[in-house]
């Protein structure tokens, strides 16, 4: 059955301190007009306001003034949750949501709204704490747009007809028990994929993949690769990828020289305490960079680039935390292109274009190290420190 409210005429985002949202609807029926306090928030519990903020509700029925209680209209306290005007369902589930910058996730209920024409709902079977899902929770990320805000970009799940798939999507969150993403940006999942291991890597593998593939232009057969920050998430599983698009030789570049020496690299340099004591002269030629760090550890590395032939530089992330400082010199006296890569730097549609073929490629990558958290207990884990891999959530 369609709800009885049959559009939202008004609404205010002003939810803060004495203010209150305030939610206008029209009901269509003597139904809709009956309608119990409870069901009337569970019908708008995802509308407007963050966690626990009082949302106003003015109903109006064709016939009848107002809902009943005092006077003309009815004032309700509802549990507030992220998400669109629901279209046909009124089912409670659970989704993660951050209702201000630099707070951890809550756990809590939301409103599920049907999927469009151009969706699919899929039940979530895992999605991944990736870094972009951390800085987009932040605030820090330019695509974070405004709390309240539902973390994750993308997921593994299962559709209604019982498709196993993976999705992506930067427009809404995937921590949730269902979603609806648009068709577009669904595809099988590969037989035989691990699906938790699909959920921790695949977004980490999309950064070296798209680097790679959008990012680079006339790259040699045999070509030589630096990974620098190869020890992190990312910078493993991008090994791989670089020997699946024609590199020869891979170098790794990070602190831990013992979790070096397990990756399967060609040769690796261990980047010191001081960025500057970084001894980095056994490089050679490199072809390109794929770099996770940026900052003091990037400058000094350019600097003392002697490759023969023309470098391609990659900023993919900053793990540092720290901005790049370049002499000018430094670009004058090196066969050095310098490009990034991210949302922006290509297109979504370059994404679906190519992702069929890197989940192929995905499947065949050795198994990374994940650290595996229901849903319920958010909160508690997402600032705990994960000391290797990828932290992936299940409902």
């Not at 809902?67 to 005007?85: D, E, M, V």
């Not at 040699?220 to 992190?232: E, K, Y």
Request: net charge positive; with cysteine; hydrophobic share 40%.
């Amino acid at each position: 059955m369609s709800s009885p409210f049959a559009h939202v005429v008004q609404r205010s985002r002003k939810c803060s301190g004495a203010e209150h949202g305030m939610t206008v609807a029209r009901v269509s029926d003597e139904e809709g007009f009956l309608v119990s306090k409870r069901r009337l928030v569970r019908e708008w519990l995802h509308l407007g306001c963050p966690y626990q903020a009082p949302e106003m509700l003015q109903i109006h029925h064709p016939r009848r003034k107002s809902i009943g209680g005092h006077g003309r209209q009815q004032s309700l306290r509802a549990t507030a949750s992220h998400g669109k005007p629901i279209h046909h369902s009124s089912d409670i589930m659970h989704q993660a949501q951050v209702q201000e910058w630099g707070q951890a996730p809550k756990y809590i209920e939301a409103n599920e709204s049907a999927p469009g024409p151009d969706e699919v709902r899929i039940t979530v079977l895992a999605t991944g704490v990736h870094q972009v899902v951390r800085s987009r929770a932040a605030g820090k990320h330019y695509s974070s747009g405004t709390p309240p805000h539902v973390p994750g970009v993308d997921g593994v799940g299962k559709t209604d007809d019982g498709q196993l798939v993976y999705w992506f999507s930067m427009e809404r969150g995937t921590m949730a028990d269902r979603v609806n993403i648009p068709k577009r940006n669904v595809r099988p999942l590969p037989e035989g994929t691990d699906p938790v291991q699909a959920a921790g890597i695949v977004n980490p593998a999309l950064s070296s993949w798209m680097a790679l593939k959008t990012r680079t232009e006339g790259l040699p057969a045999d070509f030589t690769v630096l990974i620098v920050g190869a020890t992190s998430a990312s910078g493993r599983v991008a090994i791989s990828l670089a020997r699946a698009l024609g590199a020869k030789k891979v170098i790794g570049a990070a602190r831990n020289k013992t979790v070096l020496g397990t990756l399967s690299l060609d040769a690796m340099v261990v980047l010191a305490d001081k960025p500057e004591d970084t001894d980095w002269s056994s490089l050679g030629d490199v072809d390109v960079i794929l770099d996770y760090v940026y900052g003091p550890v990037t400058a000094h590395l350019l600097a003392s680039l002697k490759s023969q032939r023309l470098t391609q530089y990659v900023h993919i992330g900053g793990l540092s935390g720290q901005e790049l400082l370049l002499p000018g010199a430094v670009l004058r006296s090196k066969n050095l292109t310098i490009r990034g890569s991210g949302p922006g730097a290509w297109r979504m549609q370059d994404v679906a274009d190519s992702i069929d073929e890197l989940l192929e490629v995905v499947k065949g990558v050795p198994e990374q190290p994940i650290k595996l958290v229901k849903l319920k207990d958010i909160e508690a884990v997402w600032d705990e420190p994960v000391s290797a891999g990828r932290l992936v959530i299940q409902p």
